[in-house]
DNA sequence: CGTCTATTTGAATGTACTCAAAAGCGGTGG
DNA sequence: CCACCGCTTTTGAGTACATTCAAATAGACG
C-alpha cells in the first residue's frame, strides 16, 4: 500500500517524524469501492474519517421532497465525513457515496482520538484541516445568497474547473442549488451570449 | 474585570489548572463598544479573536449590490471573528458590529499562538470550536437548499428563541437570506393562519 | 441492441424580489 | 414634553428568477 499520498497531504500543515509516520498509517485502513456504493447511509453514526486516494466521492443529504442536496464532492487529496455524527456519536443525516471508482483510506474515530494522545501535533492538524473548510463553507453560504444561480455556476467552473466534465450535471445543479432541469437552462443561455 | 464567563466558556472543552487559568486571562484585552459601533471593517486584516460577555454582535458581508448578509450573530458566551482574514492574514470581507451596546475580550492571533504553544490544550479547545461553529454552518448552508423562507424563519425562532424578539427584522432578514419587505409579508401570513 | 438514467426543451406556476408609498417607532432637540 | 427627523416595518402592484410537470432526445451500461 502507498501511504505517501495521505503523507504529503498531512505534510502540508506539520511536519512528523519518521516513527510518527509509521505509527500514523498502522492506524489507517485502505478500502476500494465501485462508483454508486455508498460508504455511509443517513441514520447510521458515523465512525470514521475518510482520506481519498483516487476517484471522487460525494457527500449528500435527501430533504423531505426527495431532493438531493451535495455538501460537499471529494476528488483525490481530500478528507470527508459526516463530521456531525463524529461530533455527537448520534445518526446522522449525511450519505458518502462513490461518484467513481474509488481508492480511499479510513481513519477511524477512536484512531484519531488515540492520535491525538499520542502525536498532539495532530490536534493541529485537523483544527486547521477543519478552519479552511469552515472558510469554504461560510463563502459558499455567503455565495448562496448574493449570487444569481447563473453565478454561483460560473464560480464553480472558476474554483473547480477539473470537477466540470468529470460530475453529472445533475449533481453539480445539487450542489449549486438549482434543478437539473434550470442549470440545463442555464447553460444553453450561457453558451448563446459569449 | 470579571473572567469567569470566558473561564466557564473554556471549561465545557478543556480543564485549565488555576495557573493556565491565570496565564490565559493575562492575554485577554476588555472592552466595550456602543450599538452600531464597527470592531471590525471590511478590507481591513483581522487581527482578533472577540469573546462576547454581554450585549450582542454581528458579522456581515455587503455583496455588490449594496445588500447585507449576515453570517453571525454573537450574544453573550459566543466567539467572533473574521476567520478566513485570521488564518490568512489577508484583508477580509467580513464587518464585525455591534447590535446592542457590547462587552467583550479580545484575543489576539499572536496571543492565540503563544497559547497553542504554551498551553497546548488550546489548539483541542479552538479545535473543538470551530468543529462545532462548522456543523452549525453545514446545517444552515443545507436549511437554505431544502427550505423555503418561511421554514427558515420558523426554525430560526425555534433555534434562537432569545434573539427573536432582540434583533431588528431587518437583521433577521438578512441571516435569513430574504429581503426585510419578504420577511414583514411572511410573518403577517403566518399570524393569520394559525 | 434494449433498458435505464441523464439531459434538453417548453409551457405554466410559484416564490421571492423590486419599487413605491404609507405607517409606525425611537431618539433628539427645542 | 412634544414635535420632528430618520429609520424600520408594513402593504400593494408588477416583475423576475427558478420550479414543476411533461415529453422528447441523448448517453451509458450490461
Known sequence: MDFAPIL????K????TPDEA???????????VKARKLLLQEGEVCKSSYFVISGCLRGYTVDKNGIEHVLNFAPADWW???IYSII???????????????????????????????????????RIIIQNYLV?????????????????????CKV??????????????????VTPEFLSKLKSKLNKKP
Open 88 to 126: 455527537t456519536q448520534k445518526p446522522g443525516m449525511l450519505n458518502i457515496e462513490a461518484i467513481e471508482d474509488t481508492e480511499y483510506l479510513i481513519l477511524s474515530m477512536a484512531n484519531q482520538e488515540k492520535l491525538y494522545l499520542e502525536i498532539p501535533k495532530f490536534e493541529r492538524f485537523f
Open 13 to 16: 500543515h506539520i511536519t512528523l
Open 136 to 156: 469554504a463553507n461560510q463563502q459558499r453560504l455567503i455565495d448562496s445568497m448574493s449570487l444569481s444561480a447563473s453565478e454561483r455556476y460560473l464560480n464553480f
Open 22 to 32: 509509521q505509527r500514523f498509517v498502522s492506524m489507517l485502513e485502505y478500502k476500494q
Open 160 to 177: 473547480y474547473p477539473s470537477l466540470i466534465n468529470r460530475l453529472p450535471q445533475k449533481q453539480i445543479a445539487a450542489y449549486l442549488g
Open 80 to 82: 470527508i465525513g459526516d
Open 8 to 11: 504529503k497531504n498531512i505534510s
